[in-house]
């Protein structure tokens, strides 16, 4: 029995839902789930179908991106979850996917503008996009490097992990995070379904106009408490 199978346990249940919302097709996308005080994340093994997941094939890696338990290929998005983790101290859970309507936007490299309440429940912001690549960290360990790209945008942006709990990764797709795995599963959900009504309001009204700002405040207050607001 491992001492890993309580996050084992939970990447497997919060993998499994990423087909059930309709978020992945094939292999594509992944999820892990960290327990910090042991150092470790688990994480969906690479090319493995949905189907033939159990917990037990969830693969244990430490935050400097080590396998430490498991036989299996650990995702080939691990080390942009183990850069986040190592750096992101309060998130637990992580979820990479290559939803049709958040990964359009990623591929556009465009923030998606806050255009309506559904969108003002979950951030008070536009979705960020990181940038591209730079030819240099094209160079260098891509999928470390796509922590680092996620990292320096919010940085940029002067924006919280722990506000914002989303980002498009420009020619990539998204990552989204949370306290634990099933949070991040929400989050993704969210994006994707905020992403596509973000593309219709622009092809339905060229000029939507944003959403006001007292409008953006209302909202998420009420979701989140008094004085929870951040602002662009
Ligand atoms: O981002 C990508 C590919 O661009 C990956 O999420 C996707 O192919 C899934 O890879 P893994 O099976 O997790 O190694």
Redesign the pocket.
Known sequence: MSKYQHIQQEAYEANMQLPKLGLVLF????VSAADRSLGVFA??????AYEDLTPGKMVIVDFEGKTVEGDL??????LTHAVLYKHWEKIGGIV???STYATSWAQSQRDIPIFGTTHADYNTVDIPCAPPMSDEMIQGNYEHETGFQIMNCFAAKGLSYEEVEMVLVGN??PFTWGKNAAKAVHNSAVLEQVAQMALLTEQINPKAPRLKDALIRKHYERKHGPDSYYGQ
Not at 27 to 30: A, D, Q, S
């Open positions: 292999t594509f996308g992944n994480i969906k093994p690479s090319g493995v290929r650990p995702s080939s998005d691990t990479h996917t290559h990539h797709a």
